[in-house]
């Protein structure tokens, strides 16, 4: 089984539409985050947990929302999706471990498209 | 300066090359150092970590010159699975920890 999964892996939604994305991992690892990938922009961060008690903003949190519902997952909500929401989304995990500290694994990807 | 700058490429090479790919960042604080690999439509994967010695993975060598805030990742003998678009990370300290910055990747294609 996968480490990391995401659900739905891919979705067609309407503008305006509430939606959520859904990430859960088996790694044992404090740390997530949520991402988003365009073409010709590269991984952009959205939220991240260092802990269940703990959400930071990322570069383009604007739009979203996050829920920290225990250690293995990690929710990613639009409240209201637009068309520029459309993109690549992956979560993505870290634990700290001697040397390989920040190293991030990632989920599979949602391919979410807003019409 | 963006944080972290690659050429985008494409880097079209012919199998058995070798290719080198360069990286630089603008955070001189950094101390964590990636090469990512991801293939179309899939997840980055950790190709390796970049340390301050220099550091080889079989076909793979990375350098890291923290002086010129550049990082490298050399690959020999390219095969067709190589093809691939790397991603250069650095991480970046704020108030509430680290986070990965995320290069836009350099595209590499490999022929037959």
Redo the contacts between chains.
């Keep these: 089984d996968a480490d990391v999964t995401q659900t739905p892996r891919n979705r067609i939604t309407k503008t305006g539409k509430r939606i959520m994305l859904e990430c859960s991992q088996t790694k044992g690892h404090d740390r997530m985050?949520w991402?988003r990938q365009d073409p010709?922009?590269?991984?952009r961060?959205i939220y991240?947990s260092?802990d269940v008690k703990?959400i930071?903003k990322?570069e383009i949190s604007d739009g979203y929302s996050v829920s920290r519902q225990a250690q293995a997952k990690f929710s990613l909500s639009l409240e209201s999706a637009i068309p520029n929401q459309t993109a690549?989304y992956?979560c993505a995990t870290s634990g700290i471990s001697g040397?390989?500290?920040?190293?991030?694994?990632?989920?599979?990807?949602t391919?979410l498209t807003v019409l | 300066r963006k944080e972290v700058e690659q050429d985008p490429g494409p880097f079209n090479v012919p199998e058995g090359a070798t290719v080198a790919f360069n990286c630089t960042y603008s955070n001189s604080a950094s101390q964590?150092f990636?090469w990512y690999r991801q293939d179309c439509?899939?997840?980055?994967?950790?190709l390796m970590?970049v340390y301050s010695s220099g550091n080889e993975d079989g076909r793979f060598t990375a350098q890291l010159n923290r002086a010129s805030q550049y990082i490298s990742l050399l690959i020999r003998d390219s095969k067709l699975s190589d093809s691939a678009t790397y991603?250069c990370v650095v991480?970046r300290f704020n108030q509430?920890?680290?986070?990965?910055i995320?290069?836009?990747?350099t595209t590499l294609s490999v022929s037959s």
Excluded: I, V
């Design positions: 985050y991402y010709g922009l590269g991984l961060l991240y260092f703990d930071n990322g690549l992956f040397g390989a500290a920040d190293t991030q694994y990632f989920g599979p990807g391919r | 964590s990636f439509r899939k997840e980055p994967k950790l970590s991603l991480n509430a920890g680290t986070a990965l995320f290069g836009k990747g």
